[in-house]
């Protein structure tokens, strides 16, 4: 039998002391430890959500990776590169790659009878992956974009359907300015998205890849690049690596330099911002712990007070002070336990009830998103807890050596 743990288990469970300060006691630490878990839970999963659904917006305009001219990535200004079948067969091939897109860049302006809005057209081919669109359309629908003709259709943004009063299946001439003078083309509004991302709100138009590279007067065989999405996206410098020594530095037909960038490198300040949440959520775990580690602390010094004439008899019965120290730890953890329980419960729940309800609300002016995002992770949640016993209990190991000066005669004696 473990005498420490049978003898913890009684007091634990001992219903019928006299004594009332224990009890009070045993309520805040187990409430101390609930609290820190639960603001531990709720930062974890929070963050979690809130860098994923911005990262995966930034990444659904601009893929994990790109490739393009060598000039392209290093300024504003669209130069051409050759992606046919042959480059695009290269870049399906490296170890990572899960799809490759064809994408190409106009700017323009939108002009209605009453407004104009200077926008950037962004053509796509057949083989453009939808998803991330199709997740953030709210009216409309998407077209089908080809490479082979024009289908005269846009997919605008809500900011800029708003500013310019449109609506769906409404016409507007585009006009483009270059050294070819300045032309006109008509459009209908086909679909209209809303991703809450202002600076890709107020100036992404989608349209097929024939027409942007058309108005660019570039060969059919030429794009503004590539988007290439990797399988992991924390692998995602592994596999630019791969384009680093693969297509980087080669030359194409026209005399152009691929060059490659990765979402993180073209949207520097965006990931910059997000990597600084990861601190706050380290900061948060430190000062949680500290809480409940202080609380447990507090809670056991004065259990092991109230216990002093226990703890004298016991010595008195030959227990060792190390046997003693294990009772009240085992104790402790039977707080401890509780308090995570109760923890997980309540973090937990209210997670869910944001995550069905979106009951908390965001500018997204200045999140980027108009709810508090959720995403669990079971694992982490897991070791949340486990870190945190751990942690509680080891703190606790230090005054428990109290009993160590609880002389047996003394103690009996203690009122």
Excluded at 403 to 412: E, F, L, N
């Amino acid at each position: 039998m473990n005498f420490p743990l049978f003898i913890a288990k009684r007091i634990y469970t001992d219903n019928k002391e006299k004594r009332q300060v224990s009890k009070p006691v045993i309520r805040i630490a187990t409430a101390g430890v609930a609290i820190g878990l639960a603001v531990m839970i709720i930062s974890v999963c929070v963050v979690l959500g809130f860098k994923h659904t911005i990262r995966d917006k930034v990444v659904g305009f601009g893929s994990h990776i790109q490739v393009a001219d060598f000039l392209t990535l290093q300024s504003s200004e669209q130069y051409p590169i050759q992606m046919d079948d042959s480059m695009m067969n290269v870049l399906k091939k490296i170890e990572g790659v899960k799809h490759v897109q064809r994408y190409a860049y106009k700017q323009g302006i939108l002009k209605t009878d009453n407004d104009f809005l200077g926008v950037l057209f962004k053509g796509v081919g057949p083989e453009f992956d939808s998803t991330f669109i199709h997740q953030n359309m709210i009216e409309g629908s998407l077209p089908h974009f080809s490479d082979e003709s024009s289908s005269n259709k846009l997919v605008i943004s809500k900011t800029i359907a708003n500013q310019l009063k449109l609506k769906i299946n409404q016409k507007i001439f585009g006009y483009f300015i270059d050294h070819q003078g300045v032309r006109a083309r008509r459009y209908t509004i086909a679909g209209i998205y809303q991703t809450n991302l202002s600076q890709y709100d107020k100036v992404i138009c989608m349209n097929d890849l024939y027409s942007v590279v058309k108005l660019n007067g570039w060969e059919t065989d030429q794009a503004s690049g590539a988007e290439l999405t990797v399988h992991d996206f924390n692998h995602v410098n592994e596999v630019e690596d791969q384009v680093i020594n693969q297509v980087n530095r080669t030359v194409d037909k026209y005399g152009e330099t691929y060059s490659s960038q990765t979402i993180k490198e073209l949207n520097p300040a965006i990931f910059s911002w997000l990597d600084l949440l990861d601190l706050n959520v380290w900061i948060i775990l430190a000062l949680m712990t500290a809480v409940a580690g202080v609380t447990m602390i507090s809670g056991l010094l004065i259990i092991i007070l109230e216990r002093t004439n226990m703890i004298g008899v016991l010595k008195a019965m030959g227990a060792r002070n190390k046997t003693i120290r294990r009772t009240f730890l085992w104790f402790a953890i039977f707080i401890i336990g509780r308090g995570l329980l109760w923890g997980n419960i309540l973090g937990i729940g209210l997670l869910l009830i944001q995550k069905y309800t979106s009951l908390v609300k965001l500018d997204p002016a200045t999140y980027y998103v108009s709810t508090v995002p959720i995403e669990f992770n079971i694992p982490l949640i897991i070791l949340i807890n486990i870190a945190t016993m751990l942690i509680c209990v080891l703190v606790l190991i230090a005054p428990s050596y109290l009993i160590s000066h609880i002389h047996p005669v003394k103690a009996i004696r203690y009122e």
